[in-house]
């Protein structure tokens, strides 16, 4: 009988305790797919972040650290500082990216740390039950906005990618979707270039994907793709942003 | 023979670091801990170590989370207020068993506080350090000499029992020049099987962490760490006493102080006075049984200190309800040895 599924053999036999629909599960796939191709996982450090992703190190089979809130990208600055030779990334929630952590991301990107990013942008806090986060949407209801996100009082949004793409130090940054089969593959090849770009000493790579959060949002997983689509996409193009070595600086 | 140089505190305290086969420091700029910072940033790239100037001490204590969850010697040095901002990463370091060495070249507070010597951080070392059942070791150096050996007792120790080590000087010791001969000692670097640093296909994953959702968990592991600060209280206390024998008046003073307290202790013996000084060297572990002898047959106890009392609370807590009588300058002011002296003097007459 011919195998047409099989689980990545960089990922652990842990159950994942991610929602049903939620796409946590599929960039987890992604990034162990892309470890396992690459030949890399007894090399690779993980850095799992504070967040709904934060058991991360239960599910790769690399080794793996789990950083403070935010501070994921300093963590794999010294993780990489320390050993060269091993391949490290970060693992990141909006809220743990974007907000809490901005310093740390942004300043990782501008010393070009080559390190690995992967930043999932789900609108929202999952972990601790809805909350606003830096990447809701204007008029967006969450627990903390409960009459919508008001520009007025909470302002806009941050858009990482475009933020990130204008600093020298950074080699690459694309926003994905894990919305459709083809955005599916879209990311996947994102992701693995990520990785080679780390490989090939390119320095700070970053894959931002845009996802959903069923639970927290409200909606079927199925609704939830929908409204990423109608609502995430038009905020968050997707596309590259910026690839230094193909000559590619702004979007 | 080993050479004598003359050095500032915090250049001895580096130069010590980088012997000991420290090879990864970050740092962030902050008074009085500058010269640190500015002798790693020379030394580091001519023994193929890294200096790096992180973007907050946040980040900077975080860099030292993850180097040494690779593995490798690192240190980081700040003064108080960056060393606030590093308790969330000292909090997580302990939490995940990581060794490293942190210090802490006290100003005066709170808040931007100043710029001279203070001990007004006595509390953040050794109770509060970041949120969570933990202790760091806690080392008070008094020399400039005593600055570098023990920068290799702190890694060791880190090393041997897996906590975060703190050196805990102050402005004073941190800017003064003293002769200093560095120990003629290799280093000591223990192998490392827990580190995240690639597992080469030859184990399973390590995976460094202080999260641990079940209760029952997180409580073994808390209580197997304070098994092992059990030990560290029974073999690691670190003390020096002068003159405390046949002492009526024991004085009991740290770092910079226990200086001037020394002075003072001297100039009490010409006058007839039978003063002794403990100094204690850990602050964590305190040497309390060691405190509790050495006042076992005095008159007074007086407890010096650049705050306004704060490892007092450790001496009472030794000596069991004697009176313990305290005199303290702060903000950045150091006492005289004429000040303590007259304290001194007050109390052979009571
Ligand atoms: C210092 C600190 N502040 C706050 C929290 C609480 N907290 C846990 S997860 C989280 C938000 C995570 O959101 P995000 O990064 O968007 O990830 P998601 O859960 O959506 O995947 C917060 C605020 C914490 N653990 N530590
Ligand atoms: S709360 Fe949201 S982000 Fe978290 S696991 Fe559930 S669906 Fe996913």
């Known amino acids: 009988m011919a195998t047409v599924f099989q689980k990545p053999s960089t990922l652990t036999d842990a159950k994942l305790h991610y929602c049903p629909g939620c796409t946590h599960g599929i960039i987890h796939r992604l990034v162990a797919e892309a470890i396992e191709s690459l030949g890399i996982d007894g090399i690779t450090v993980g850095v799992a972040p504070v967040g709904c992703s934060v058991m991360a190190y239960d599910y790769f089979t690399c080794d793996m650290v789990q950083a403070p809130h935010g501070r994921a990208p300093a963590v794999a600055t010294g993780l990489k500082r320390a050993r060269p030779e091993n391949i490290v990334f970060t693992y990141q929630g909006d809220g743990d990216l974007a907000a809490i952590g901005t310093a740390e991301t942004v300043h990782s990107a501008t010393r070009g740390e080559n390190i690995t990013i992967i930043f999932v942008n789900n609108a929202i806090y999952g972990m601790t039950g809805g909350q606003m986060a830096p990447t809701t949407l204007p008029g967006q209801v969450t627990q903390t906005t409960p009459y919508g996100r008001d520009t007025s009082i909470a302002g806009f949004p941050v858009r990482v990618c475009e933020m990130l793409s204008t600093l020298d130090g950074v080699e690459y940054a694309e926003r994905v979707s894990v919305d459709t089969v083809p955005n599916i593959n879209n990311a996947a090849r994102a992701i693995k270039k990520a990785f080679q770009n780390q490989i090939d000493k390119k320095g700070f790579s970053i894959v931002e994907v845009v996802s959903t959060c069923p639970t927290n949002w409200g909606l079927t997983p199925v609704e939830a793709l929908g409204w990423l689509r109608e609502n995430m996409l038009p905020y968050y193009p997707l596309g590259v942003y910026k690839d230094r070595s193909a000559g590619k600086e702004t979007k | 023979m080993a050479e004598r140089i003359l050095m500032k ?281 060691a405190i509790a002898a050495a006042a076992a047959n005095t008159k007074a106890i007086l407890c010096v200190e650049m705050s306004m009392g704060q490892m007092v609370d450790d001496v009472r807590l030794a000596v069991g309800g004697k009176q313990v009588d305290f005199f303290g300058r702060t903000g950045g002011i150091i006492p005289t040895p004429a000040e303590v002296l007259a304290q001194i003097e007050e109390l052979a007459r009571r």
């Open chain 2, 9 to 289: 505190g915090n250049e001895a305290l580096a130069e010590a670091a980088i012997r000991a086969g420290c090879r990864h420091f970050f740092g962030y700029p902050i008074t009085p801990q500058t010269e640190i910072s500015a002798y790693m940033a020379k030394k580091m790239p001519k023994v193929g170590g890294l200096y790096l100037q992180a973007e907050s001490e946040v980040a900077a204590i975080n860099m030292v989370l993850g180097a040494a969850s690779a593995g490798v010697r690192t240190m980081t040095s700040s003064s108080s207020p960056g060393i606030s901002l590093k308790t969330e990463g000292i909090s997580y370091i302990a939490g995940s068993d990581l060794p490293c060495v942190i210090i802490d070249i006290q100003r005066g507070g709170p808040g931007l506080g100043g710029i001279q010597p203070s001990q007004a951080d006595y509390w953040q070392a050794t109770k509060a350090t970041g949120h969570g059942d933990f202790q760091l070791l806690v080392f008070a150096p008094s020399t400039v000499q005593e600055m570098a050996n023990t920068v290799f007792d702190a890694f060791e120790l880190a090393e041997k029992y897996r906590m975060p080590a703190m050196i805990f000087a102050d402005g004073m010791l941190g800017q003064m020049m003293e002769p200093v001969t560095f120990p003629e000692r290799e280093p000591e670097i223990s192998e490392k099987p827990w580190a995240a640093d690639g597992h080469k296909g030859q184990r399973t994953h390590n995976i460094i962490n202080s999260l641990y959702l079940q209760p029952q968990d997180l409580e073994r592991l808390v209580r197997e760490r304070f098994e092992r600060y059990d030990v560290i209280k029974k073999t690691e206390v670190r003390y020096d006493e002068f003159m405390t024998e046949d002492a009526d008046i024991l004085l009991v003073a740290y770092g910079a102080t226990a200086r001037i307290v020394k002075s003072a202790v001297v100039e009490a013996r010409s006058k007839g006075i039978k003063a002794g000084l403990l100094r204690p060297i850990t602050l964590w572990p305190f040497p309390s049984e």
